[in-house]
């Protein structure tokens, strides 16, 4: 898989991301500990918290691990979050994290939406899935508005240490390929 650089929607611009925006991650959403509730990382203290992942993120994509786009405001040209896509053979695992600032505007369905398709449309791809915790309803919803169906519960799947200090249930969701979104 090579994914573009770049994806636009009628809202957004998703970019591969520049040692610049460090500091715009820390501002919109990286230090937030309501936004970081149910990611796998604490949040960040300090600027200096956001350097290994940018490293990790440019390596990765360079290597083909995985990918992530930070997610812009056209208008504004505001960084507003981050969506990542995993491969893994023919299934490709996704991932995002938004600002609390832009919460409850569709910004993030539109997000997934745009990767999931353009995941969809490779050829060697056949299932795009991800999953979030069983009370992280507003991610559920999200994944629902894009053509996902909930597959199940994963129990004890993933730990999101903002949320307690043992692994937690997740909702698992997959579109596959040739399902309408």
């Known amino acids: 898989m090579k994914p573009p650089t770049h994806i636009e929607t009628a809202r957004l611009?998703?970019?591969k991301p520049v040692a610049a925006d460090v500091p715009l991650i820390y501002a919109a959403y990286a230090a937030d500990p309501a936004v970081t509730r149910y990611l796998t990382w604490r949040p960040h203290q300090s600027l200096a918290d956001g350097e290994r992942?940018?490293?990790e993120q440019q390596a990765a994509w360079?290597?083909?691990?995985y990918?992530?786009?930070v997610i812009t405001l056209k208008e504004q040209n505001e960084l507003a979050g981050m969506i990542s896509v995993r491969p893994e053979g023919w299934r490709v695992d996704l991932g995002y994290v938004l600002g609390r600032?832009?919460?409850?505007?569709?910004l993030m369905t539109e997000a997934v939406r745009a990767v999931t398709d353009y995941?969809?449309?490779?050829?060697?791809?056949?299932?795009?899935?991800a999953v979030c915790d069983v009370e992280n309803a507003a991610s559920a919803r999200v994944l629902e508005k894009t053509g996902m169906r909930r597959e199940g519960i994963l129990r004890r799947w993933a730990m999101h240490p903002n949320a307690g200090d043992e692994p937690r249930d997740c909702f698992c969701y997959?579109?596959?390929?040739?399902?309408a979104a």
Do not use: M, N, T
């Not at 360079?62 to 691990?65: A, D, L, Q």
């Not at 995941?119 to 899935?129: D, K, Q």
């Open 13 to 15: 611009s998703l970019r």
């Open 67 to 69: 990918f992530s786009w």
């Open 119 to 129: 995941v969809l449309s490779e050829p060697e791809v056949f299932r795009v899935w």
């Open 174 to 179: 997959a579109r596959i390929k040739g399902e």
């Open 101 to 106: 600032k832009w919460w409850g505007r569709g």
């Open 53 to 55: 992942p940018f490293a």
């Open 62 to 65: 360079e290597s083909g691990k």
